[in-house]
């Protein structure tokens, strides 16, 4: 168990760099609305989702509009059905309780690098929990660091911060290419999501893109199970 945790850990370093990156720009933004470092270290904590995070930091107003946010952060992060039912392989057999740890820690960086971990049939639920607590530090350390360094740059994009999150996705979306047979779900999930994203107001090309892609992936040739894995490798789990 140990083991795998610390190859998962270790596994999603290279990222980790990235992620502490973009997130002083959610720093950054944070400290322009006036958010404190309580109020950020919550939200890293209770939501751990850079994408909706964003949106929430956008919103801030007072009064807040927590109706509108949560469903924003709703809309957003329901491409984490799809997540964890890709990951319903590996967490066959674990408790209920389990899975909710588990996943509450995943994040699409941890996922990608899972998966392609699973790929190799090497993929275990210790190896996605280290990804995630090392996701995690680094996405808090980068937004408290750009929260308590706010005040000290006043436009990130003139750094190429902003692009960080465009970099890490990309070599993240390089890393779980499957060959040919991703063709034609990549495809239909980036046309799905140019045309809502021009259509439709707000953050429904996520959604939109992530189903249409994933039905398209029901049509092609389904992969052969890997083994199963030890279950009681994870303490309470």
Known sequence: MKSDFFRGASANIPIAASVAA????????????????????????AVFAGSAQFVMVDMWSHPLPVAEMALAVLVINLRYLLIGASLQ????????????LMMHLVADENWAVTMAEQRRGRATVPFLFGGGVTIFLSWSCGTLAGLLGGGFIAHPEAYALDF???????????????????????LVAGGLSLLAHHFLPGKWYIVIGGLGGALAAMLGPIDAPAAEEEVADVPGC
């Open 22 to 45: 973009y997130g002083s720009v959610l720093g950054v933004l944070a400290s322009q609305k006036g958010l404190s470092w309580l109020d950020l270290m919550f939200m890293n904590s």
């Open 89 to 100: 392989p590996l967490f066959a057999g674990r408790s209920l309780p389990c899975k909710i």
């Open 164 to 186: 960080a999150f465009t970099a890490v996705f990309t070599a993240l979306a390089v890393g779980v290419w499957g060959g040919k047979r991703d063709l034609l779900p990549w």
